[in-house]
């Protein structure tokens, strides 16, 4: 497909991300993973896999050190994930004993950070708990129905174009068309476009994918027509041929049903949200600063 005419699109969810200082080890340990790795056996939580100064490290101590720095491990093999994560945990450690002999956890700011990040680690559990592990597959299929239903059905239009530089040139390939040379053949040998080398064929496309002059003439035409007018874009002159017209299939389940999740997943956390904020005694000292964090909840 060309990349000239059309029209660029984003789309995207919004995430919260939790910021995690990995320790040093983990610099040293980016190799590129395999695709695919075989599932791990199931272990006891309780097993002890290594001490330090008599302290146990258990299997859930590691899973809790590969889920909280999941991150840094992501593009490891399950082998150097597993070491990494004992040597996080181990260094973890040590750096936290030698801060308790020196009295750091003791200061005040300290004190803060740690009640900090025992909030953020129990708005996580409620949020696993009342949010996540409510959400069934059927509702899931059911936002994914209802969202199908709601949205109207859009048309789409298989089309070729033929792209020269000046009007003069679009009305002499018109002439050629009029004159009943194949559109493939005039295209192959005097469009300008990427698509030229498969005779201009731009495939299937929706509203909003091309540039709107293009859009506008490509939709006006009936099915094996071609434009008798050139139509004038910011890349040239266009001589336009539609080959088809259908309504666009919308994405199946299987395709979209994890952006579906995360839109349940979404809307049931705000609505968990608003209602604690409703119960709530909330007094914003600023008055500025109260109207932007009240424009932020709407």
Do not use: C, W
């Not at 949010?131 to 597959?137: E, L």
């Not at 919308?250 to 119960?279: G, N, W």
């Amino acid at each position: 497909m060309p990349f000239s005419i059309r029209r660029a699109s984003l789309a995207g969810l919004g995430a919260l991300l939790a910021l995690a200082v990995a320790p040093a080890t983990l610099a040293i340990a980016q190799e590129t993973a395999p695709a695919e790795t075989p599932a791990p056996a199931p272990v006891d939580p309780e097993a002890v896999v290594a001490t330090i100064n008599g302290q146990p490290i258990t299997e859930a101590d590691l899973k809790i050190a590969e889920d909280d720095l999941d991150q840094q491990f992501s593009r490891l093999p399950p082998e150097q994930r597993r070491a990494a994560a004992l040597s996080a945990t181990i260094e973890i450690r040590l750096m936290a004993a030698e801060a308790q002999a020196k009295g750091l956890d003791k200061t005040p700011d300290f004190q803060r950070r740690m009640t900090f990040l025992q909030e953020r680690a129990l708005h996580s559990a409620v949020v696993d708990a009342e949010v996540s592990k409510k959400i069934t597959d059927e509702d899931v299929r059911a936002r994914y129905d209802k969202e199908m239903a709601d949205t109207p059905p859009v048309n789409e239009v298989k089309a070729r174009h033929i792209l020269v530089k000046t009007k003069e040139e679009a009305e002499a390939v018109i002439k050629e068309l009029d004159g009943g040379a194949k559109f493939e053949d005039v295209a192959k040998e005097k469009s300008s476009d990427g698509s030229a080398a498969q005779g201009g064929d731009l495939g299937y496309f929706g509203p909003g994918q091309m540039v709107p002059e293009f859009e506008k003439a490509a939709f006006a035409l009936e099915v094996g027509a071609y434009s008798k007018e050139p139509v004038q874009s910011q890349f040239g002159f266009h001589v336009i041929k539609v080959e088809d017209k259908r309504a666009k299939q919308p994405p199946a389940f299987d395709q979209v049903k994890d952006q579906v999740r995360s839109l349940l997943l979404r809307d049931k956390y705000f609505e968990l949200v608003k209602s604690l904020r409703t119960s709530a005694k909330i007094d914003v000292a600023d008055p500025e600063l109260k109207k932007a964090v009240d424009a932020m909840a709407q």
